[in-house]
Each structure stands twice: as structure tokens, then as C-alpha cells.
């Protein structure tokens, strides 16, 4: 099976997503940043909270993963990784991301990023997006994958796996 970017995919379920990100999390690496688009229950921290739990249990060390909501930016440290997962929806100029420190963060960590249309200016521009849409069916999303950055063309291949149902 040949795919490339934008990927569409469905997720018939919670499990779906969760699976998915533990199928995505052993690709990431410092630098990597993740933009999660969608509505409210569209599934983007429910996909962050599995994609940094797997990482943690690398580790041997799971921790709690809430949703960074009102403290707009947790941290997690992963071995010798750092992940930021921060929600941007409460924000709304460019110069309140800027005091969160996200653009070093872009450098240094896995960022997982909820609501990135506020970032504006400041997307990095070798970022992927996940855009998570509800259907008519309650547990079902559909997600598309986009991105230009040449890094993402490795996980290809995974998200193969993934859609023929090889993945474990």
C-alpha cells in the first residue's frame, strides 16, 4: 500500500485514536511537533493523553496527563526527551504564546500543540498537522494527517501498518 500526504484516515472508536498514538509515539524525537486541530471532543487530548502515556511507560514511570485546559502547558519529561503538550484556546495573541516559551520548546522538546490556528506567525513550519472531525456516529473521527516537512515521510509506513490493521 502506497500513501503520501494529506492521509485520511477514520478512527471507529476511542481505542482507534489510542492505538494510533501508540502506533506514532516511538517515531518522535526532540524537535517533533504534533498540531492538533479540531473542535471541542474532537479527540485531540484524548490522542495526546495516549501518545504521552506510551512514552511514559518507556520509562517505567506513568504519570497522570491532564488536559492542559487551564494551565496551558504541562510538561512531561520521557527519558532523555521533554513533551510539551500545551492548549492554546484560551490565548489570543501571538505575544501571550511567545511568554509560554514554545519557540525554544520547537528546538528542544516534542510538542504536542491543541488549537494551533493561535499560533499564527510562529507554526513552525516542519510541523504535522492531525485534524480530528466528528461524525455521525457518536465514538467515530475522522482524521487528517498534513504536512510538507520531508522529516513526517517515515511515518508513512506506520500509519500503513496502522490502516491494514497490522500494527500491534
Known amino acids: 500500500m502506497s500513501i503520501d500526504f494529506p492521509v485520511l484516515l477514520t478512527l471507529r472508536s476511542p481505542d482507534d485514536t489510542a ?10 524525537r526532540r524537535g517533533d511537533t504534533i498540531l492538533l486541530a479540531g473542535e471541542i471532543g474532537a479527540g485531540k487530548t484524548h490522542f495526546a493523553r495516549a501518545l504521552i502515556q506510551h512514552l511514559q ?3 517505567g514511570h506513568i504519570e497522570d496527563v491532564p488536559s492542559p485546559t487551564f494551565t496551558l502547558v ?13 492548549d492554546l484556546y484560551r490565548l489570543s495573541s501571538e505575544d501571550e504564546i511567545e511568554e509560554l516559551g514554545l519557540r525554544d520548546a ?12 493561535r499560533l499564527g506567525q510562529l507554526r513552525p513550519s516542519n510541523a504535522i ?19 510538507n516537512a520531508r522529516r513526517w515521510q517515515g511515518l508513512l509506513p506506520v500509519i500503513a ?4 490493521g497490522e500494527y500491534t
Open 19 to 28: 492505538a494510533l498514538a501508540r502506533c506514532i509515539a516511538p517515531q518522535l
Open 57 to 59: 511507560a518507556t520509562t
Open 74 to 86: 504541562q510538561t512531561y519529561d520521557v527519558g532523555d526527551n521533554q513533551i510539551w503538550h500545551t
Open 106 to 117: 520547537f528546538d528542544t522538546a516534542i510538542c504536542l500543540i491543541e488549537w494551533p490556528e
Open 129 to 147: 498537522e492531525f485534524e480530528f472531525q466528528t461524525s455521525d456516529e457518536p465514538d467515530e473521527r475522522t482524521l487528517t494527517l498534513r504536512t
Open 161 to 164: 501498518e496502522f490502516q491494514t
